[in-house]
């Protein structure tokens, strides 16, 4: 069982800066990857931002330049670095674990945390 929590959200103004972490616990014995997607309301969930195993990230291009995705692999956590926010990164973002079970890779989601961007 693995547990993700995540945090970090909250309100800022357009050009402000918010740092989101999301902390994994559990039976953690391979990660293949790590992320960021979020939501806004009405648009379907969509990919922020990926660290993989081996250390390349991958980016949207909405948030290059912006946005930096970084890990800590003794504490299973990672995080998104949100620069220059927009008000069109408001959204719920969800971070990611894949990791592989055996033969098999499973997803985890956090709960979700809101960021709003005021204009």
């Known amino acids: 069982q693995v547990q993700l929590v995540e945090s970090g959200g909250g309100l800022v103004q357009a050009g402000g800066s918010l740092r989101l972490s999301c902390a994994a616990s559990?039976?953690?014995?391979?990660?293949?990857?790590m992320g960021w997607h979020r939501q806004a309301p009405g648009k379907q969930r969509e990919l922020v931002a990926i660290i993989i195993s081996g250390g390349s990230t991958n980016y949207a291009d909405s948030v290059k330049g912006r946005f930096t995705i970084s890990r800590d692999n003794a504490k299973n956590t990672h995080y998104l670095q949100m620069n220059s926010l927009k008000p069109e990164d408001t959204a719920v973002y969800y971070c990611?674990?894949?990791?592989?079970?055996?033969?098999?890779?499973?997803?985890?989601w956090g709960q979700g945390t809101q960021v709003t961007v005021s204009s």
């Open positions: 559990g039976s953690i014995f391979s990660i293949n990857h």
């Open positions: 990611l674990f894949n990791i592989k079970i055996g033969a098999n890779s499973y997803n985890y």
